[in-house]
């Protein structure tokens, strides 16, 4: 006698389908809710060398929270790389604690602290907040999402100033900056016409220069004005090209 292997149906099968879903999903713990009080940090040369960044963890489980800090080499080009800093004597940034636990819904304070007045160009760091899985209790397979948070870092060095100029062509304007310290070009507009009659229209893009860099803009026609807010992490400055 022939024993044959009797397959589920269709309807069995998406039955046990969505169980299979449904079980995956309850074994599904998301860790994504921890937050930053700042993302930006600047460090001015007249003022304080601390700066504090505060983490809050509204979940209901501890937060093991590390934090890394990387040195950010040729920033905002194709070259960027972010190196991790390990070498004790050579540690111009520190974050402490590295490595910390945040309550249930409380707050922890993680400090930065600047060791350097760079000489000719502001230096630019990351800070990774890095959540660490800790002890899980669990009946069944579980699975934690960690998010991970960076904090962009400069420290700016003595006299910081930006200085942007822009060079036009047919159809591009494109804008440099020969200071010692990034600014960001921001609410753009292109114009045209004369007083009265003038007409702007909003530019999309916002663009973060680096000292000593460069960046091309396409224009509508070669009669379009340009203006941009230059903002230095702190004042804005409105400027027309």
Same mark, same amino acid.
């Given at each position: 006698?022939? $024993?044959?292997?009797?397959?589920?149906?269709?309807?069995?099968?998406?039955? /046990?389908? $969505?169980?299979?879903?449904?079980?995956?999903? /309850?074994?599904?713990?998301?860790?994504?809710? /921890?937050?930053?009080?700042? /993302?930006?940090?600047? +460090?001015?040369?007249?003022?304080?060398?601390?700066?504090?960044?505060?983490?809050?963890? =509204?979940?209901? #489980?501890?937060?093991?929270?590390?934090? #890394?800090?990387?040195?950010?080499?040729?920033?905002?080009?194709?070259?960027?790389?972010?190196?991790?800093?390990?070498?004790?004597?050579?540690?111009?940034?520190?974050?402490? =604690?590295?490595?910390?636990?945040?309550? =249930?819904?409380?707050?922890?304070?993680?400090?930065?602290? $600047?060791?350097?007045?760079?000489?000719?160009?502001?230096?630019?760091?990351?800070?990774?907040?890095?959540?660490?899985?800790?002890?899980? #209790?669990?009946?069944?397979?579980? &699975?934690?999402?960690?998010?991970?948070?960076?904090?962009?870092?400069?420290?700016?060095?003595?006299?910081?100033?930006?200085?942007?100029?822009?060079?036009?062509?047919?159809?591009?304007?494109? +804008?440099?900056?020969?200071?010692? &310290?990034?600014?960001?070009?921001?609410?753009?507009? +292109?114009?045209?016409?004369?007083?009265?009659?003038?007409?702007?229209?909003?530019?999309?893009?916002?663009?973060?220069?680096?000292?000593?860099?460069?960046?091309?803009?396409? &224009?509508? $026609?070669?009669?379009?004005?340009?203006?941009?807010?230059? +903002?230095?992490?702190?004042?804005? #400055?409105?400027?027309?090209?």
């Amino acid at each position: 006698m022939r $024993s044959w292997l009797k397959l589920p149906r269709l309807p069995q099968l998406l039955a /046990m389908a $969505s169980l299979a879903m449904v079980s995956l999903a /309850m074994s599904l713990n998301t860790y994504g809710a /921890m937050s930053l009080d700042k /993302m930006i940090v600047y +460090f001015e040369p007249d003022k304080s060398p601390r700066q504090d960044i505060v983490v809050t963890n =509204p979940d209901k #489980e501890n937060l093991y929270l590390q934090t #890394e800090v990387y040195k950010v080499v040729n920033p905002g080009t194709d070259q960027e790389e972010r190196v991790r800093i390990t070498d004790p004597s050579e540690l111009k940034l520190l974050s402490t =604690p590295q490595k910390t636990i945040v309550a =249930p819904n409380s707050r922890k304070t993680v400090r930065l602290v $600047s060791l350097e007045t760079p000489k000719k160009v502001e230096s630019v760091y990351r800070v990774t907040f890095k959540p660490v899985v800790g002890d899980l #209790e669990a009946t069944q397979n579980a &699975i934690k999402l960690l998010i991970a948070y960076q904090a962009l870092v400069f420290v700016r060095p003595e006299n910081p100033e930006y200085k942007v100029t822009a060079k036009r062509e047919r159809d591009s304007i494109t +804008f440099t900056n020969s200071g010692n &310290i990034n600014v960001v070009l921001r609410n753009g507009q +292109f114009c045209s016409g004369q007083k009265g009659k003038r007409q702007c229209t909003d530019i999309d893009d916002i663009k973060r220069l680096y000292a000593g860099q460069s960046w091309t803009l396409k &224009i509508p $026609s070669s009669n379009t004005e340009v203006e941009y807010g230059l +903002f230095n992490g702190s004042t804005e #400055e409105r400027k027309t090209f």
